[in-house]
């Protein structure tokens, strides 16, 4: 099967709705952020703090082409995969990609403050953080799933659905 990519700001839920579309379609589950702490042997937060944040989209980057290197995979990337123009040219060619949408003050009341996301340290910030790259998610995104006010299981059913109409 095609690779499904799933896109979205922090909090969205990217991985809990990954691991759960891998389950159900019997794919492999990627986390670039996963892949990236692998390879580095550093956690998000060490590599944001002793490395940088562009070494660390550079890292982001390298790790979206490894994953989307074969198919059958559900890959969840990282808020800021978007923030580069070559990834959305990856993202293109390396799968369906599903934006799950979801408002800003919801998103901040999942992943605000949360030390292991260093770029969720304030609601000024991250409410600039989000509009700077909502535009670039729809842009990037196949399929738009308004995840906001769906739990889990509805979020699996509209994807399934949408991906079929899709085909
Ligand atoms: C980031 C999002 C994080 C992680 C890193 C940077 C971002 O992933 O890649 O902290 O720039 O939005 P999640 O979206 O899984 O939190």
Redesign the pocket.
Known sequence: MNNIILIG???CG??TIGKRLAEEFSMEYYDI?TFIEESTKMT?PEIFQKAGEKWFRDQ?AFALTCVTDATNRVI?T???IV?RDENLETLKNGGTVIYLKVSVDKLWTR?GKDPN???SRDLASFRK?YDSRKARYEEAADIVIDTGFLNVDRTIEAIKKALNTEE
């Open positions: 700001f922090m909090g990217k991985t952020d998000i982001e969840a990282g808020g800021g923030e992943a996301r260093p770029l953080l």
